[in-house]
Structures are given as structure tokens and as C-alpha cells.
């Protein structure tokens, strides 16, 4: 799949088939994530693959809405320091976002679908996980080949028209 593909294919999958992920996808996957940039080259997230049915549907409670998570080939768990200075969190958010939009255009280019989490129950989180103390679980992102459609170039977009949304120079 091109790039641009990739990007317009993309979307949320909540329903995958009982298809596993061969090995080398998942490996694809998460060196998307591993490579992708950060802030001053800080590299502040670790990445906990994980691809067993039963630790899958213990983690979809850690989040009211992550019930997807149970159902995935894989989901891979992106952990962060837990910092108290706002502005290393700041950045290690966004860093944590560039990784998990990699990792799911990676996988939109090996027709696997992708949808993302947030990880409410850190307590949960970090039993099922095992992360440092010093971490936490920012997201989940959750993996699988799509049970209702494949991945295509969506046609029609749900999206404000670009001409309201993109400001050229000024707003």
C-alpha cells in the first residue's frame, strides 16, 4: 500500500476476525512505534506487546470503552514516566501520539486494523503489565484484521471541510 493510502485507509476498528497476526507484522508494528520521533530525541515510552487471549480481555477493563481490546490479535500497551513537571508530560504525550499513529498507519499498510484506548485503571493496568512503579499506561492500541470490512481509501469522509479546518497564514 502506498503512503497515502495508508493514511486515507485508516480508521478505527473496533470488530476483528480470530486471525492471529503473523510475527513479523507485530514486529513491523511495534518498530514503527520504537522509531518514531520524539522531543529532543528523548524517547520516553516503552511499548508492552501483548498477545495472549486471556492478559487481552483482563486488559480491556482498565477503560470503560476498551471492550475492542478483548477481542484483538494484539494490543500494545504504551507506558510513560510519571512525571509531576507538566511540560515533560506535555511533550511526552505528544511523543506517545506520534508513536501510536505510526504504529497504526504501519499496520493500515499490512491491512491490519488499529484502534486506540485510553487506560483508565492504572492500579489494573499495572498488575496485568507488570510496568515500574514509576510508569504509566498512557494508551492502549489494539490490533486485528477487520471483522466488518477491509481497509480501503474511505471515499467519503466524515470530516469539517478542509477549507474550515486549514487556515493559510492567518486564521
Known sequence: ?????????????????????????L?????????????????????????????????????????HVASSAATVAVILPDVDNEHDRELDQFDAGQAVMAMMIAATDQGIGSGHSSANDQVLARKILRFPEDRYC?????????????????KK???????????????
Not at 500500500?1 to 497476526?21: C, F, G, H, P, Q
Open 1 to 25: 500500500m502506498e503512503t497515502w493510502d495508508a493514511i486515507t485507509a485508516r480508521r478505527n476498528v473496533r470488530a476483528y476476525t480470530d486471525k492471529s497476526l503473523p510475527a513479523n507484522a
Open 27 to 67: 514486529e513491523r508494528i511495534a518498530q514503527a512505534g520504537w522509531m518514531a520521533p520524539s522531543a529532543n530525541n528523548r524517547q520516553h515510552r516503552d511499548f508492552v506487546v501483548c498477545t495472549d487471549h486471556e492478559q487481552l480481555k483482563e486488559l480491556a477493563a482498565v477503560w470503560q470503552y476498551g471492550r
Open 138 to 154: 498512557a494508551h492502549l492500541v489494539a490490533f486485528g484484521y477487520p471483522g466488518d470490512r477491509p481497509l480501503a481509501p474511505i
Open 157 to 171: 469522509l466524515n470530516r469539517r471541510p478542509f477549507d474550515e479546518v486549514v487556515h493559510l497564514g492567518t486564521w
